[in-house]
């Protein structure tokens, strides 16, 4: 816990945040409208670095994002993607 800052970060109405190497954002879109869902992949977009990795809950996807070209799926299933 030392190692991590923790802080309050909405989705819906805060900027990127700094250069991160992992996401884990799991179980939150499934309660977005489609505007905000593309909100959200584009903070995760602007905010990871090179080929950082994005996790999602198991009934979300990147599939119907404009951000869809900005990411491989490494684990399909587990809904694993990284930043390409
Ligand atoms: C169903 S819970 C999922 C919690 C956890 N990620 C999990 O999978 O068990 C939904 C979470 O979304 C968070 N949330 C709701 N609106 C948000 C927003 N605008 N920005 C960031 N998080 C939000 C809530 O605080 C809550 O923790």
Redesign the pocket.
């Given at each position: 816990r030392e190692n991590v800052t923790f802080a309050d970060?909405?989705?819906?109405?805060?900027s990127v945040f700094s250069e991160t190497q992992l996401i884990?954002?799991?179980?939150?879109l499934?309660?977005?409208n489609k505007k905000?869902q593309d909100r959200?992949f584009g903070l995760f977009h602007d905010s990871l670095c090179h080929r950082g990795f994005l996790v999602l809950?198991s009934k979300e996807t990147l599939d119907f994002s404009a951000y869809s070209k900005n990411f491989v799926a490494l684990v399909k299933q587990e809904r694993i993607y990284r930043k390409s």
């Open positions: 970060h909405s989705l819906a109405t805060d884990s954002c799991r179980n939150v499934i309660y977005f905000l959200a809950g």
